[in-house]
């Protein structure tokens, strides 16, 4: 979540897209649909709180982006030593260069896999192109101001299926909508399910994120040994992180990115929002990039030992 939505559950408008985001793209967001119909209890909740009423996509499918920005002998036709995942919220996408000069610098530079939240389809889109990536994108509502807000799966090697993953426990005042993003993707020849996470804030209360995350859980159930769930999990509150890391392990994950510490800038001092959990995959080192990257959030990175 961006400083914005720590202090007002409303959350704050997007600030204004960045120059880069094209005009056509915008005018791509606009015309996805569906959106939800608003109750008129919500609708009354929110002027009596002065709260803006998000505009969700409830369309299980979609609306869907992707895009394949590899270029042929990018990967290496042989196994590869070790396979790293990166997590970035990008706050509400709006810093998008300062992002690609964090993602082609190491640790972070030439990751095998990045997950990222708070994106809109310019954004990722670039990015891809900059890294020469492929992706899939899904938003789950829009902006204030007009702009989708979603998670993105970005990936150096295929992505052979996506879906979007529907989550429980709207925000109470807005009544914003949240998803995850899960995309397969296929290293020479082994899958790894990837799931990009952004669970909402503490105002559904540590029940209502519990909840999010077993949803994403339960619905990789069965899908393969390999699994990765990374992302923003909002886990700010006293005692949130602890609980959410207890749930993944009693569904037999590993906390991956354990020990890294705190993960965003914030007001009230350093959070540990972002993780990183697996089953199937041996960490081998991870850490938090702290330099500037567009963000109040740092990026994660996690590498793994390949073959697993």
């Known amino acids: 979540m961006s400083q914005s939505s720590q202090t007002n559950p409303c959350r704050s408008p997007e600030p204004q897209k960045a120059a880069d985001s094209s005009h056509a793209w915008k005018r791509r967001s606009r015309r996805k649909g569906p959106l939800v119909a608003l109750p008129w209890a919500a609708l009354l909740l929110a002027l009596l709180t002065g709260c803006p009423l998000a505009e969700n996509y409830t369309d299980a499918s979609g609306p869907r982006y992707s895009g394949d920005h590899r270029t042929p002998g990018a990967v290496s036709s042989e196994d590869p030593s070790s396979v790293t995942v990166v997590t970035f919220n990008l706050a509400f996408a709006e810093q998008v260069t300062e992002a690609i000069t964090a993602l082609t610098r190491p640790p972070l530079a030439d ?3 990045i997950v990222m939240q708070e994106m809109d389809a310019p954004a990722v889109e670039r990015i891809a192109t900059e890294l020469g990536l492929t992706y899939v994108y899904y938003p789950a509502s829009v902006q204030v101001d007009g702009g989708d807000f979603g998670n993105a799966v970005l990936s150096r090697w295929p992505i052979t299926a996506d879906w979007k993953i529907p989550l429980p426990h709207d925000d109470p005042y ?93 007001v009230i001092g350093g959070l540990p929002l972002d993780s990183v ?32």
């Open 111 to 113: 990751a095998d896999i």
């Open 174 to 266: 807005r009544k914003q909508h949240r998803i995850a993003v899960a995309a397969t993707v296929d290293i020479r020849g082994t899958p790894i399910q990837v799931v990009s996470v952004h669970n909402a804030t503490p105002i559904v209360g540590l029940g209502g994120r519990l909840d999010q995350a077993e949803t994403i859980i339960n619905a990789l159930d069965g899908a393969g040994p390999l699994q990765i769930i990374a992302g923003d999990f909002n886990t700010s509150d006293p005692g949130s992180l602890n609980q959410t890391v207890k749930l993944f392990s009693g569904r037999g994950f590993q906390w991956a990115s354990e020990g890294v510490g705190d993960t965003v800038d914030s």
């Open 277 to 308: 959990f697996t089953q199937g995959l041996s960490a081998v080192e991870r850490g938090v990039d702290r330099r500037p990257a567009g963000s109040d959030h740092h990026p994660v990175w996690v590498r793994f030992a390949w073959p697993p």
